[in-house]
């Protein structure tokens, strides 16, 4: 079956660096997004893609963030300067044409100490 | 805005059945979604409404009525594995997307 997979599984940084986590959505997918629960706390959207640009973002999808599809099949997220409260694990997801059904990666958990 | 209420947790025995409620209050949504989680784990789809009345799926099945602002999931047959966290989240589509507001999920405790 399917499924979206995600890289790192699990990363530590220092407080103000970036980091970049990776992702292949389902090959035949449009629709591609990240997620973030941090412990403890309910999943939450941060960003949708289509056609190579935002679609949509949240509130905490701020300047520090940024998303990109560097070729066919890779959905990346940069974090630029990374903060204590960036802890958390983020979900990469896709979706196919009609984008009701949001099949989710295994997650990657980031660390910031 | 859109609020979601999913109670905390829940104990249930196996091969008993169990229905988990989740109201909402929002101005408005294209489809309700039920997903599994296992800690530590990733969101697993399970099901989704998108007009009201049932949908089926197996051991699991939904419920939406939009005019209440309420939703359940049905689980039959409960086995240990269905010990989880399941999330209520409704789905919003626009500007070329599909996005999903999570309620804070419920445990659901499965003993013998």
């Known amino acids: 079956e399917p499924e979206v997979t995600q890289t790192p599984s699990h990363q530590v940084t220092q407080m103000g660096q970036e980091v970049i986590l990776r992702c292949v959505p389902i090959?035949?997918?449009?629709?591609f997004y990240w997620y973030r629960q941090i412990l403890g706390q309910k999943v939450e959207f941060l960003v949708s893609f289509y056609n190579n640009e935002i679609s949509e973002k949240s509130e905490i999808f701020d300047d520090q963030f940024s998303v990109e599809r560097p070729d066919g099949s890779n959905f990346t997220l940069k974090i630029r300067s990374t903060k204590l409260e960036d802890s958390a694990m983020y979900f990469c997801a896709s979706s196919g044409g009609d984008g009701n059904t949001i099949y989710f990666g295994e997650g990657s958990w980031l660390t910031v100490v | 805005g859109q609020n979601i209420d999913q109670p905390t947790e829940m104990t249930a025995t196996e091969g008993a059945i169990v229905q988990i409620n989740c109201t909402y209050q929002t101005s408005g949504f294209n489809g309700l979604f039920w997903y599994q989680q296992h800690a530590g784990e990733a969101p697993t789809f399970l099901s989704y409404n998108v007009l009201d009345g049932l949908e089926e799926k197996g051991r699991f099945s939904s419920f939406l009525s939009r005019s209440k602002g309420y939703s359940y999931l049905l689980l039959k047959e409960l086995q240990m594995k269905d010990s989880a966290s399941y999330l209520c989240?409704?789905?919003?589509?626009?500007?070329?997307?599909?996005?999903?507001?999570f309620g804070k999920g419920t445990k659901l405790s499965v003993i013998p």
């Open positions: 090959s035949n997918h449009l629709y």
């Open positions: 989240a409704l789905g919003r589509s626009g500007a070329g997307s599909y996005q999903l507001t």
